[in-house]
């Protein structure tokens, strides 16, 4: 076989006064034939070259089956009467939602079942399954579960799905005493719906044609979608809206945000006669989010803000609107200390912070008076990931905590506040054995251009680096302050138990270090973002960690961008790249307003069409503008068609582009286009475990371990529990 070539099809564009010619738009004709036939020969050109790694695919995914437990159970969650848990099922995708009813009223501990659980049996006495999401993706090539949420008197569930791949979700309504569906349908929704107290309503929102959220409605059920109340309509485009509830219960509210300014809307269920208000009105650069407690017998709206600091601090408010002037300081800004969170408790408060670049958890114990002690609840490990979910209930005296490192799998606890106990609840197995002492964590950290350090946490199997460097896959992302920690995979495994090491560089326009590390990675220092990345690179192989012969990079989405933005500016440091759905075509969509999510996300990367120094910025670090003559290493671009966030169109240009770039036709640039995907890819979990050693297979061939035979699993499947705080 021979690469496809696209053809040329050139439309140019003057904007500021330079002239911008593209040789490619035409791909983004979704329903044209010719695209399809193109993008259908790019999937068998990516076959015919990787044909001799299928018996590795299937090696890797057999390896991750193996490992996991297939039949399983998640820990349960208490809401209100009843322990609501997830089930999966060997040879099931998708598997199902249950529920069990509590057993007495002070009972917070949650049910554990038989360990000789038969698939087909309760795993816990007095199981109903909610939904069962097999029977749901039947006859669909692609199945999403979006949000479901059940009503306050647990008799009714809504439900959100989508089959096509482009996250608009139908809702549906479920009686869970009958079974039956009831006639409401509501299409067209961002995620999913919105309860509200008395459980006669809901909320929800829809998008635009830009696929914009920008109307929140209320749907009285027992009616038609075309009756419902418009409650918000969001008219500014950088905007986007949602809706939901305060843990109390209490309290409505309507955000309205963009990347940089916030304002709420909030409806009181004691006072509905009020109407819906607005708590603080949007001024430019604020950003707040609002929770509802009860502090020293009164009560307040919780404010995370940042009036007082770019790190934010946690501030109180009166029940009513109330100016940032208004808000009395609970926890005050620390500029080394970033305050993402705060989830409100009737007995305590838990702020979600990080500093140094690492997660933490910090309990505030109210009392009569106010706060009586204020604490972190402290891990040992050096790098690691801890956050806390699953904790609906506002009076419960417990708080459900996920935690992680590159090492431990993911591990839920609870924490009791009363006695400060931390309980291990359950780690997920591993199965064949498997010991998290057999591998060694690492924090690195690289020097920018700029003299900025750059954390880097990696992981690797425990003597592997023994004779010198080892083959290392380093994984970046630096957009959005969305922050990469640590985490624990099963797949990974292919990579460590092998020989090669994973590592995570901490980029700037991630949040890892604190809001400046996101404002230093945005806008016009973008570059900061890829010169932090090949920085990484480059200190691995200066300290004999990694040699470029077998460094491969990876990243998706934004972190796509800044993998085409890295092999454009240092490709002699790779090995292989591997790009999923790869925002390489940055300044085409930027400059578009129709495209999705553009005008909203101006205040990331800026509006090059407006502003000419913004135009000279990107266009400096655009991947698919900066494909030059130059030796590049392979890639590997993954898209899927469906994919609503970032369009397929981008990769394929920038495929496209490169094998034409140059004097030869670079064979080992390959493009794999997921023909009825979404952003996330496949759906089911069987299908995604082949999508990932289909990568990971790609990747160990890039190393030169295509051939290595993996290091045997440890005959413990045992690991220490994180100290008690």
């Keep these: 076989m021979q690469p496809p070539v ?12 330079l002239t911008r010619t593209d040789d490619y738009e035409w791909l983004r ?34 390896a991750i089956k193996e490992r996991t437990l297939e039949t399983d159970l998640s820990v349960p969650t208490r809401s209100r009467g009843y322990w609501y848990y997830g089930r999966s099922f060997e040879g099931k995708e998708y598997g199902a939602s249950c529920r069990v009813p509590v057993s007495a009223p002070d009972d917070w501990t949650p049910p554990t079942p038989a360990a000789d659980c038969a698939p087909d049996q309760p795993a816990l006495p007095g199981e109903q399954v909610l939904l069962d999401l097999d029977a749901l993706a039947e006859g669909h090539e692609f199945f999403s579960l979006g949000g479901s949420s059940v009503s306050p008197d647990a008799r009714l569930l809504a439900y959100a799905v989508d089959v096509v791949g482009d996250e608009r979700y139908t809702v549906r309504f479920k009686d ?50 075309a009756d419902d109340e418009l409650v918000h309509h969001e008219l500014d485009g950088r905007f986007f809206t949602g809706v939901g509830r305060t843990r109390s219960d209490r309290f409505l509210v309507v955000m309205a945000g963009s990347k940089i300014t916030s304002e709420y809307h909030f409806l009181d269920a004691d006072d509905p006669d009020a109407g819906w208000q607005v708590f603080a009105e949007r001024v430019e650069g604020l950003e707040y989010s609002l929770d509802h407690a ?21 501030g109180l408010a009166p029940v009513a609107p109330t100016p940032a002037a208004g808000w009395r300081p609970l926890v005050p ?32 114990e109210l009392g009569p008076d106010g706060v009586t002690d204020d604490y972190l609840v402290g891990f040992d490990d050096e790098i690691y990931t801890v956050g806390s979910g699953g904790n609906p209930n506002f009076h419960q005296p417990t708080v459900r905590i996920g935690y992680t490192t590159l090492a431990v799998p993911a591990s839920v606890h609870d924490y009791d506040v009363r006695t400060r106990e931390l309980t291990l609840l359950r780690r997920t197995p591993v199965l064949g054995g498997y010991d998290p002492a057999d591998y060694e964590e690492h924090r690195l950290w690289a020097v920018a251009d700029d003299g900025a350090r750059v954390p880097i946490s990696l992981v690797v199997r425990s003597g592997a680096r023994t004779d010198g460097p080892v083959p290392v896959l380093l994984y970046g992302y630096g957009s959005y302050e969305v922050s990469i920690d640590p985490y624990f995979s099963i797949a990974r495994l ?56 077998t460094l491969v990079a990876e990243g998706a989405s934004a972190g796509g961008l800044l993998m085409g933005a890295v ?37 990331e990367w800026g509006n090059p069409e407006a502003d000419a120094e913004v135009y000279a910025s990107m266009a400096a670090y655009a991947p698919y503008d900066n494909v030059s003559d130059q030796a590049y290493p392979p890639i590997l671009a ?49 299908k995604s475990w082949h999508d990932r050693a289909f990568t990971l297979a790609w990747i160990l061939d890039r190393m030169g371990l295509a051939a290595a035979t993996p290091s045997a699993p440890a005959p413990s499947a045992t690991a220490a529990a994180p100290k008690t705080p």
């Design 6 to 17: 696209a053809e040329r099809r050139p439309t140019s564009r003057e904007i500021h006064g």
């Design 29 to 62: 004709e979704k329903d044209s034939d010719d695209v399809t036939a193109y993008l259908e020969a790019e999937n068998a050109w990516t076959q015919d070259r990787t044909a001799h790694l299928a018996d590795l695919r299937q090696s890797i995914f057999d």
């Design 176 to 225: 869970l005493d009958s079974g039956e569906l009831l006639d409401d349908q509501l299409t067209g929704v961002m995620g999913g719906a919105t309860w509200d107290r008395a459980g006669e309503n809901v909320y929800y929102a829809t998008v635009d044609e830009s696929w914009r959220p920008d109307k929140v409605w209320r749907h009285r059920l027992g009616t038609t979608q």
């Design 294 to 314: 009860v502090v020293a017998g009164e009560d307040v709206f919780v404010v995370t803000h940042n009036a007082t600091g770019p790190d934010f601090e946690i």
């Design 333 to 364: 800004h620390r500029a080394s200390v970033r305050i993402e969170d705060v989830d409100a408790f009737a007995s305590h408060l838990v702020v979600h912070q990080r500093s140094d670049g690492l997660t933490q958890l910090r309990i505030l």
């Design 494 to 549: 292919a990579l460590l138990d092998r020989g090669a090491a994973f590592a995570i560089a901490h980029v700037r326009g991630g949040g890892e270090m604190g809001r400046h590390w996101y404002d230093d990675g945005k806008m016009t220092k973008k570059q900061h973002t890829f010169s932090d990345f090949i920085a990484c690179a480059r200190h691995l192989v200066d300290t004999g960690w990694a040699s470029t012969d």
């Design 567 to 603: 092999v454009n500016q240092a490709p002699e440091l790779f090995a292989g790249i591997v790009a999923g759905v790869p925002f390489v075509d940055a300044l085409t969509t930027m400059l578009d307003s129709t495209l999705p999510l553009t005008v909203t996300e101006y205040d």
């Design 638 to 686: 993954e898209t899927s068609l469906n994919d609503t966030r970032v369009l397929y169109v981008e990769p394929a240009k920038w495929v496209a582009k490169l094998r034409a770039t140059g004097a030869d036709l670079r064979p080992d640039v390959l493009l794999r286009c997921e023909m009825s995907g979404g952003h996330g890819g496949v759906s089911g979990r069987y």
